[in-house]
C-alpha cells in the first residue's frame, strides 16, 4: 500500500515525529528488556575476534557512523577508520585480516557505498551492514544483516532511519564489548536500560516543535548558519548542517566547537546565526567558553541544552531549545530532533520543497 501523508504537511515531518515509535522498534529487535541485555541476529563468525573496524558511508547515514566511531572505541576499544564511500577505495585503505568492514545506507542502494562493499568483500572482510530496506542490494551482499525498521522513508531528506541507525550501531558497540569482555554484565545492562529510555526523550524532543517553528524565522533570513558540537554531538552538528543545506538552501557548516577558533570565527557577525548543541555534562564549559568567543564577536547564538545547561549559559542567546535530561549514550538521537526540526521549520518559512529538494535523489545510485 502506498505510504500516506496522514495529517502531515509534509513526508519529512512525519517521518520526524515517527522517530518515538520507530525507534522503539528498532530497539525492540535488538535488546531483551526481560533480562536488559543485547541480542543481535545469528551471528556465524567471531565478534570477539574483530581487532579493527571500517565504517563507510555517504551522507547521513555517513555521520550515523561518525557517532559510532565514539561508541566502538569508548566500549569495545576497537579502533575504527570512517570513511565517505566516494573517498574510501581511491585511498587504497589498509583492510587486514581480522577487520569487521560496516556499511550504513537508508536504501543500501546507494552506488558508491555499495561499491566500497564489493571491495572490502573481495579483500577478505567481514561485511556488516546496517540498511533500513531489508531486500537491498547491500542488504543481500552482507554476511552480518543489522536492520533498522524505521519503515519506509519517503523524505529526501534522511530523517528516521538516522535515529534507528544510531539504535543498532549502539546495540552493536555494546554487544561487542560484552563479547571482547570489556563491559561487564552490569554495564551492559546499564547501557540497555539508557536506550531503552530513548524513545520517552525522543517525545520530549518533540514536545518543542512549537517553539522550534516560532524561532524559524530567526535563521530564514541568514546566508549562513554555523553548527557547533563536541564529541558525539559533533557529528549532530554536521548532521544539522546538512539537514539545512539540503532542504532550505541556507549554506550551513557544522564545525567542532574546539576547532571554532581555527577558521570560522573569522566568519562570525551578527548576521551569522551559531547553533550549539551541548547537553550539560563534562564538555559543557569547553562548549560554553566557545560560545562566549562567539558573542563577543557580535554573534547570535541558539543554544540547545537541558534545564541545567540552559540555566547556566541560555542568557544572552537569540533562542534556546530545552531538551530533556538525557544519558549521553542517547544525546546524539534526542539531539537530532531539534536539528532535524530546525531545518524543516526554516524551509517551510522559506516555502522550499521539502519532500523533494531541488537537485537531491532519496538514492544515490551513480557514482
Ligand atoms: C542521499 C540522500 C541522503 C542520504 C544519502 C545516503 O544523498 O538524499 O538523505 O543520507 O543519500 O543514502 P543511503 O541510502 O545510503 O543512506
Known sequence: ??????????????EIFEQPTVVAQTLGSYLRQADNSVALPQIDFDLSAINRITIVACG????????????????ARVPV??????EFRYREPVLEDGGLSLFISQSGETADTLAALRHC?????????VVNVPTSSMA???DL?????????????????FTCQLAVLAALAAHMAVKKGRMSREEEQEVVRHLLEAPACLNSALDHDDDIASMAHLIAPARDVLYLGRGPDYPLALEGALKLKEISYIHAEGYASGEMKHGPIALIDEDVPVIV???SGPLFEKTVSNMQEVRARGGKVVLISDEEGLEEAGEDCIATIQMPKVHPLIAPLVYAVPVQLLAYHVACVKGTDVDQPRNLAKSVTVE
Request: glycine share 8%; net charge neutral.
Open 121 to 129: 568483500k573481495e579483500a577478505g572482510q567481514t561485511i556488516g551492514v
Open 277 to 279: 548543541l551541548a547537553p
Open 1 to 14: 500500500a502506498a505510504v500516506e501523508k496522514g495529517n502531515y504537511r509534509h513526508f519529512m515531518q512525519k
Open 81 to 86: 577508520d570512517i570513511d565517505v564511500a566516494s
Open 145 to 161: 544483516l543489522l536492520p533498522t525498521h524505521a519503515g519506509p522513508e519517503i523524505g529526501v531528506a534522511s530523517t528516521k532511519a
Open 60 to 75: 547521513t547515514s555517513y555521520y550515523a557512523g561518525m557517532v559510532a566511531k565514539y561508541w566502538f572505541e569508548q566500549f
Open 140 to 142: 543481500r551482499e552482507a
